[in-house]
Nanobody, 123 residues
Framework: QVQMVESGGGLVQAGGSLRLSCAASGRTFSSYGMGWFRQDPGKEHEFVAVVSMSGSSTVYAESVKGRFTISRDNVKNTVYLQMNSLKPEDTAVYYC????????????????WGQGTQVTVSS
């Protein structure tokens, strides 16, 4: 089992940057693809980015491509989401999640979820 805790969220002005971190417990962290999702109240989880087990492959949602970068450190059991050029529409609760697939973009393919961290971008 993998337990995850997100951090790094907060309030930032449009055009600014934030770096989210997701620290995972367990010795099998490198056995999972790791993704980031976001969610507005009353809406479904929206895929943001995913990184493969080794870190060699990444996939991004079109809405964040070129602005966000996902990475992982399998020694520190941590996955990161560097968010640049933030826009008000990026405001949401951001969740990290673990999948047994190499790459997955659908929430139902993820087996473990963190508790989320709020990101608010002001205009």
């Amino acid at each position: 089992q993998v337990q995850m805790v997100e951090s790094g969220g907060g309030l930032v002005q449009a055009g600014g940057s934030l770096r989210l971190s997701c620290a995972a417990s367990g010795r099998t962290f490198s056995s999972y693809g790791m993704g980031w999702f976001r969610q507005d109240p009353g809406k479904e989880h929206e895929f943001v980015a995913v990184v493969s087990m080794s870190g060699s492959s990444t996939v991004y949602a079109e809405s964040v491509k070129g602005r966000f970068t996902i990475s992982r450190d399998n020694v520190k059991n941590t996955v990161y989401l560097q968010m640049n050029s933030l826009k008000p529409e990026d405001t949401a609760v951001y969740y990290c999640a673990a999948t047994e697939r190499l790459i997955a973009t659908m929430p139902h393919d993820y087996v473990y979820w963190g508790q989320g961290t709020q990101v608010t971008v002001s205009s």
